[in-house]
């Protein structure tokens, strides 16, 4: 890749400590181009240009902003917040790449569920799809769909694509902004049961990113199914919380669908494709769904992965709720 080809990043204007802009930072850090997608020219943008990105102000289902995004580069990551149009803007974006026709890498943030939504399990008969995602999951999540067509898409478009399917992230809106009015009254609430799960880092899901954007060739047209490094309970959670507010915090479990209807539906109103997502993975979770870990993340990093604790540490949320 020459030096003078920028890494398209889109998603870049999410706030501080999200995957993008962790990535942006990553790769200004190393001495690569870096020309940042973002849909308004506010301060986030300033804040890019302050690091040192070029930045691209447009709209991932504008196929003309698209294109006129990808002149010059050679290199994507593609993300996009949770939204019923996510299969039209990967779309676009890999009809784009296509024409194109040199592109070099595209890795797309994926999910998880990916990794085990197979082509047999999505088309099984009802009672037998039913049981396999727990009895209070009837269908996988309209982005949890999305996401899965959008590998699809991608795979046929034939543009070099790399996966990333991350796990439930330590920085979910569940743990860290929906948790946090029973944090401040020193419970952890949640609707998880016994159960166990292996969050990862943002943190760790960017350099991982990034390291495939500065050497694709070893990675393309793989899949990672990516978990944190640990299997923990919600008392585990607890004492990670505790540690970092410097107070005691006592799990308790709530019942699914009155910690949906409670959290979830309150706070994401105007929100119903988010809502639905949510309320999905924690009925996945609270099924035991994601009681399991994977031996993919370490060896890509080469080094340790983060911990939850970390996580936490480095959110600016849990920051603020641990100094006010």
């Keep these: 890749m020459s030096e003078r080809n920028p890494i398209l990043i889109t998603g870049a204007a999410g706030e501080i400590g ?6 942006v930072d990553m790769l200004l850090e190393q001495g690569h181009p870096v020309r940042a997608f973002v849909r308004q020219d506010d301060q986030r943008a300033h804040s890019l240009r302050q690091a040192g990105a070029e930045v691209f102000v447009g709209d991932l289902l504008n196929i003309a902003d698209v294109t006129a995004a990808l002149k010059g580069v050679r290199r994507i990551y593609f993300s996009m917040s949770l939204s019923p149009y996510y299969t039209d803007a990967v779309s676009l974006m890999a009809a784009a790449a296509r024409a194109q026709g040199d592109i070099e890498v595209l890795v797309n943030i994926s999910e998880y569920e990916q990794s085990f939504m197979t082509f047999d399990k999505m088309t099984a008969p009802e009672e037998e799809r039913h049981a396999w995602l727990g009895g209070l999951v009837e269908q996988w999540s309209p982005q949890q769909r999305a996401h899965w ?11 070099p694509t790399v996966n990333i399917q991350a796990a439930f992230f330590v920085e979910n809106p569940i743990m860290t902004w929906l948790a946090l009015e029973s944090l401040s009254r020193g419970e952890l609430r949640l609707p998880f049961g016994p159960h166990q799960i292996a969050p990862i880092a943002g943190y760790d899901v960017a350099e991982v ?10 990675h393309l047209s793989k899949s990672y199914a990516l978990t944190g490094p640990e299997l923990k309970d919600m008392h585990g959670f607890a004492e990670d919380f505790a540690a970092v507010l410097g107070r005691p915090v006592t799990y308790v479990p709530e019942d699914i669908e009155t910690w949906n209807e409670t959290y979830v539906d ?18 996945l979770i609270g099924s035991g769904g ?14 340790p992965p983060k911990t939850v604790r970390w996580a936490l540490e480095n959110h600016p949320r849990i ?4 100094t006010g």
């Design 290 to 303: 994601y009681g399991s870990i994977t031996d993919q993340l370490e060896p890509l990093l080469g080094r």
């Design 319 to 322: 920051q603020k709720l641990a």
């Design 18 to 23: 999200g995957v993008s802009r962790t990535m």
């Design 149 to 159: 067509v959008a590998e699809r898409v991608l795979e046929w478009s034939g543009v």
């Design 266 to 283: 309150t706070a994401m109103s105007a929100y119903p494709h988010i809502a639905e997502h949510l309320k999905t993975l924690t009925r």
């Design 209 to 218: 990113c990034v390291k495939i954007l500065a050497d694709p060739a070893p």
